[in-house]
């Protein structure tokens, strides 16, 4: 039997709706969908708790069964006794997910952020790393965190500054120099050359290294984690109407189109900067792989315009696959009813396709 690794989910704040969400989706049974083992990183008590909460709200009707796996053994004993785990999850009847044991300081409570815990939020990031490092597991998928808890509890990242996010965690814990962030749905890929900066910053990050690099990652990962030989990419310019031939600003003519040219004379299935109220259109849609904007407004609400629920944000240019669900910790509808783990959902659907074509690409198993 070929051993179909893991997909690896981090519930994130625990006083969110990171795991109402798994829950939710073991009931549906719809975490067999992916015909792999899953994993789930959470507070073993606070989950059992929060299952509870959702039955007597009347959102469960009963609760899922789940097999809990504390990480207090040596590492490498961990390793080896849930490597071996994989080859049987698929048949196993008795349990709809792993739960490996992240302890909180203190007890959670539904709603109310506790700084004590933040700890534990960052220690479920940091197996999630070490997993997907050591090819354990074959994709993370990140739930909901509260990045203003962590930085409050002065959690830092790896090079001393305050916790600015799950992107910025992975990125310097895998030694990154950039990564790239990617929002998907059924409708189209739209990955960003620029994120949150101001609309006044937006022009001097627009650099040649930076479009390079950008570009660079998206065909690279287009290629070893979708299994696109040949990635059809569209570029959107910086200016209305792509600068308007130098007219409305001159990015495109200096610093864009240069390096799209680049790799044009390489091979690579790429456009010249084009307008973005023209490029968002079905023909041109119709007619690629991705899309690269150069800021966050620009390629964004189109997207999400398309669908918003089921939108996955993706984080390209790591050494492993990452998807994330696009939707906050929505604190108030924690333990009660009112959460949607469509997002979720879509998440691991993103996760697992790109592990089965990274799997065929990598001759992983």
């Known amino acids: 039997m070929q051993k179909r690794l893991p997909l690896l989910i981090t519930t994130g704040e625990p006083t969110g709706i990171g795991m109402d969400v798994v829950l939710l989706l073991a009931a549906e049974g719809k975490l067999q969908d992916f015909k792999r083992p899953i994993w789930v990183t959470a507070d073993s008590t606070a989950m059992q708790k929060r299952a509870d909460m959702l039955v007597t709200a009347g959102v469960l009707e009963s609760c899922p069964f789940w097999q809990a796996v504390d990480l207090d053994i040596a590492a490498d004993d961990f390793l080896e006794q849930m490597s071996q785990q994989t080859i049987d999850d698929n048949n196993n009847d008795n349990h709809v997910f792993i739960l490996l044991n992240t302890p909180c300081a203190e007890p959670v409570v539904c709603g109310k952020i506790n700084t004590r815990n933040s700890a534990m939020v960052a220690k479920q990031l940091d197996i999630a790393h070490q997993l ?26 790896l090079d001393g500054t305050m916790f600015s996010g ?43 290294d930076n479009v ?27 200016n209305p109407h792509a600068g308007e031939g130098g007219h409305l600003g001159v990015e495109e003519i200096e610093i864009i189109n240069p390096v799209l040219r680049e790799f044009v004379d390489a091979g690579v299935d790429i456009s010249e900067a084009m307008p973005a109220d023209t490029l968002f259109t079905p023909r041109h849609l119709a007619n690629c792989d991705a899309v690269i904007a150069m ?71």
């Open 132 to 157: 997907a490092t050591n090819k354990t597991v074959a994709a993370i998928v990140t739930g909901p965190l509260q990045k203003s808890a962590l930085i409050d509890a002065d959690i830092k990242l």
């Open 166 to 208: 799950h992107t910025e965690f992975f990125m310097q814990q895998s030694g990154c120099e950039k990564v790239v962030m990617m929002l998907a749905n059924q409708a189209m890929k739209v990955a960003l050359v620029t994120t949150h900066l101001a609309l006044k910053d937006i022009p001097t990050a627009i650099t040649a």
């Open 212 to 238: 390079r690099q950008t570009v660079q990652i998206v065909i690279d990962d287009m290629r070893e984690k979708f299994g696109l030989t040949q990635p059809r990419i569209l570029v959107c310019g910086l």
């Open 295 to 365: 800021y966050h407004d620009q390629g964004l609400p189109v997207l999400k315009s398309h669908g918003f629920g089921d939108t996955v944000n993706l984080t390209l240019g790591l050494p492993y696959i990452r998807t994330s669900v696009d939707h906050g910790t929505a604190l108030d509808l924690a333990g009660r009813d009112g959460a949607s783990a469509t997002s979720l959902y879509q998440a691991l659907l993103m996760a697992n396709e790109m592990a089965d074509k990274s799997l065929i690409n990598r001759s992983l198993i």
